[in-house]
Nanobody
């Protein structure tokens, strides 16, 4: 599966942004989807994940209550709605697809098989 992330940009603290990740192929619903981010000089970190059906989600603590992950299996797309953005949210955001190694959801980078190219989110103070 090929993933194409979009929706990043330059926003001010407190603003909202929605990222999208479009997947190719007809098997999108078979994959657990995740969003990760990598800030300058830092390692890639987990942000959010969603199960194949969309019924289960899981977030890293720093984004709980501000970010919402969702998916539309008919459109082969996963979204990350971000509100109340903070300067520390500045990073390149990556979407990822995980297959049979993930039972429901996973926050682990190694569990994901396919990665998009990333979209830059910059939050100014």
């Amino acid at each position: 599966v090929q993933l194409q992330a979009s929706g990043g940009g330059l926003v001010q603290a407190g603003d909202s942004l929605r990222l999208s990740c479009a997947a190719s192929g007809r098997t999108f619903s078979r994959y657990v989807m995740g969003w990760f981010r990598q800030a300058p000089g830092k390692e890639r970190e987990f942000v959010a994940t969603i199960s194949r059906s969309g019924g289960t989600t899981y977030y890293t603590d720093s984004v709980k209550g501000r970010f919402t992950i969702s998916r539309d299996n008919a459109k082969n797309t996963v979204y990350l709605q971000m509100i109340s953005l903070k300067p520390e949210d500045t990073a390149v955001y990556f979407c990822a697809a995980g297959g049979t190694s993930i039972a429901t959801v996973s926050p682990y980078i190694y569990a994901y098989d396919y990665w998009g190219q990333g979209t830059l989110v910059t939050v100014s103070s």
